[in-house]
Nanobody, 116 residues
Framework: QVQLVESGGGLVQAGGSLRLSCAASGTIFSISGMGWYRQAAGKQREWVATITSGGSTNYADSVKGRFTISNDNAKNMLYLQMETLKPEDTAVYYC??????????WGQGTQVTVSS
């Protein structure tokens, strides 16, 4: 099992920045990739960014150029640096680790609120 705990959310003004962190613990091996997802009130959860075990990154068009995903394997940490935040970025942000074809692990989420 893998346990994930997000932190770093909060209230920020439009144009501001936040850094989300995801701390992983448990049986962390053979992880295929890690990612960030978000869910705004009344909407479905959507993909934000992913990073593979090989270090390749991908971003949703809505955040490309503003968000940066990174990880620190030595510390079992995943990060999401968010710049130039917009009110439409307001959501609960979740981290996810997965082993392809085997299991997905989710954190409990952290709220990000961007005021206009």
């Amino acid at each position: 099992q893998v346990q994930l705990v997000e932190s770093g959310g909060g209230l920020v003004q439009a144009g501001g920045s936040l850094r989300l962190s995801c701390a992983a613990s448990g049986t962390i091996f053979s992880i295929s990739g890690m990612g960030w997802y978000r869910q705004a009130a009344g909407k479905q959860r959507e993909w934000v960014a992913t990073i593979t075990s090989g270090g390749s990154t991908n971003y949703a068009d809505s955040v490309k150029g503003r968000f940066t995903i990174s990880n620190d394997n030595a510390k079992n940490m995943l990060y999401l640096q968010m710049e130039t935040l917009k009110p439409e970025d307001t959501a609960v942000y979740y981290c996810k680790f997965w082993r392809t074809g085997r299991a997905d692990y989710w954190g409990q989420g952290t709220q990000v609120t961007v005021s206009s």
